[in-house]
């Protein structure tokens, strides 16, 4: 500190200590819109202008002779006491902010510039600070950050949820980011099922405990979701231990707000964020909550749809397949026995729900090339001729030719095209091997021959399980992938 301004400042406490503040002085204090204030060396206020009575709402002698831990706010009580510490050791600090507590509790955000008070001695005296009451500003600013991120989720989940037609994926991201990008202690969302009357919560972030899972849902019109799933309109309460609507699933909540998720006049569930703390929510977050269920709606409403669709596909593809398996009776079941093979083996290797369900359609539909191959040679009770054999060998290109066109089948038809590929390279139609094949043929191979050899075909009987899996150790690195018939073998060893 300079010494004009060191003297400047010694002076002026000489006016308050000795009750002599000048004329100006005192209309300046007077009529400042900022707090003057003086805390001395152990932290407790000494001096206050008008100007704090009026946004503290506290009477100036209720503060003097209090510490200035009495008046901060919890959260900004590190920054105080580290300025605090600061200048006891002779230093100034920078300009910062500050929350403090009016006297009924209310928040006031400050933005304080403070100096080191020292006697001639250059002894530490006190500290003389000035504050400009920022709360307007502040809360200006929190509302526009709080918009920002607001508007950003809803981009970011009309982008995205667009793009899920996985139900129960879709239903976490819904949650996920609600709870992520706005900050809400918990999110979830509940659809309804109207043959039980009843509201299911089908996704949670973060997930409920074990204890509460079991009851996860509610008669339509119990608690706050519930009166919102049979009413349609949103709720917001911001004192749960008031609200006579409220059921207890997390026990630290205390706000709650939620919005029902509507498809024209349908109503088909809720979403409900929840805070633990009390008047958390207000109209702006009822606003913000509903323009994100009625995206989240269509898309649920899509996913339905698609899942619809994709079922009454795969009927289809049933019916078709049970058409194909009618000509032969040796192999009626086949096509499923081999599907639900597949499916155990892929989610034993871990494999991506997209190969996942290409090997749905692709366990179905395998030996759909079979159709276009006479009943003669299909049927035939004796072995093949060597040119009967070259025409059976086709069936796989005629599967992959029927299907290719249809974009849904295009993974399909690129596994039926390879089932019959050799992991050694001896296979056909183009000899591929090892990894060349596609993971999903050298799963459907080992499924494939593991249903033939345990059924009776028109040539044999069936063999023992204890055979067949004899045979496919023996062919582990020639015609079978090993990975793919060690995985087998874990799922035929758990049954």
Avoid: W
């Avoid at 706050?224 to 749960?240: H, Q, S």
């Avoid at 919005?259 to 109503?267: A, N, T």
């Avoid at 183009?430 to 799963?443: M, Q, T, V, Y």
């Amino acid at each position: 500190m300079g010494k004009t301004k060191e003297k400047g400042v010694r002076k002026l406490i000489d006016f308050f200590k000795e009750g002599t503040v000048s004329h100006y002085h005192k209309i300046f204090f007077k009529n400042i819109n900022a707090v003057i204030y003086i805390h001395d060396q152990k932290g407790r206020i000494i001096y206050l202008n008008e100007f704090a009575e009026r946004i503290s709402h506290y009477k100036i002698e209720e503060l003097l002779g209090k510490h200035f831990k009495k008046i901060v706010a919890p959260e900004s009580l590190p920054v105080a006491y580290h300025a605090f510490r600061t200048q006891l050791s002779g230093k100034n600090v920078k300009p910062f902010e500050l929350t403090v507590l009016d006297k009924n509790g209310q928040r006031i955000h400050l933005k304080t510039t403070e100096t080191v008070i020292l006697d001639r001695s250059g002894k530490v005296n006190g500290v003389l600070g000035i504050a400009t009451d920022i709360t307007e500003h502040k809360e200006l600013t929190q509302r526009l950050s709080k918009m920002v991120k607001e508007l950003n989720l809803l981009h970011i989940i009309g982008q995205e949820l667009s793009a899920i037609l996985d139900i129960d994926l879709l239903l976490y991201r819904i949650v996920k980011h609600l709870k992520e990008t706005l900050g809400y202690e918990r999110a979830a969302v509940g659809l309804i099922d109207l043959q039980r009357n009843e509201l299911i919560i089908r996704a949670a972030e973060p997930r409920y405990p074990r204890s509460v899972m079991a009851r996860l849902k509610v008669k339509l019109g119990e608690g706050i979701t519930g009166y919102v799933a049979k009413t349609g309109k949103p709720y917001l309460c911001n004192d749960v231990s008031k609200d006579p609507h409220y059921i207890i699933f997390d026990k630290n909540t205390k706000s709650e707000v939620a919005v029902p998720l509507k498809v024209g006049d349908k109503i088909i569930g809720v979403i409900n964020i929840e805070s633990y703390h009390e008047d958390t929510f207000d109209e702006d977050d009822v606003q913000t909550l509903t323009l994100i269920a009625n995206q989240a709606a269509i898309a649920i409403e899509n996913s339905r749809l698609y899942n619809s669709l994709k079922q009454s596909y795969l009927d289809s593809i049933k019916t078709l397949v049970s058409a194909i398996e009618a000509k032969d009776h040796y192999t009626y079941g086949h096509s499923e026995r081999v599907r639900k093979y597949a499916l155990q083996i892929a989610r034993e290797l871990k494999l991506s729900p997209q190969q996942i369900e290409e090997l749905n359609y692709a366990g179905y539909l395998h030996d759909i090339g079979k159709i276009g191959i006479n009943d003669r040679i299909l049927t035939k009770p004796e072995s093949l001729t060597p040119s009967e054999y070259e025409v059976i060998k086709k069936h796989p290109s005629i599967g992959h030719n029927i299907l290719r066109s249809a974009h849904h089948l295009a993974g399909a038809s690129q596994i039926i095209k390879y089932e019959h590929e050799r992991y050694d390279g001896t296979g056909y139609p183009n000899g591929l091997k090892d990894g060349e094949i596609p993971i999903g043929a050298r799963i459907i191979a080992v499924a494939d021959a593991y249903d033939a050899m345990t059924t009776d075909r028109p040539y044999r009987q069936a063999l023992s399980k204890k055979e067949a899996i004899k045979r496919l150790k023996e062919n582990m690195g020639t015609q079978f992938d090993p990975k793919v018939v060690r995985a087998f073998l874990k799922i035929i060893k758990r049954k």
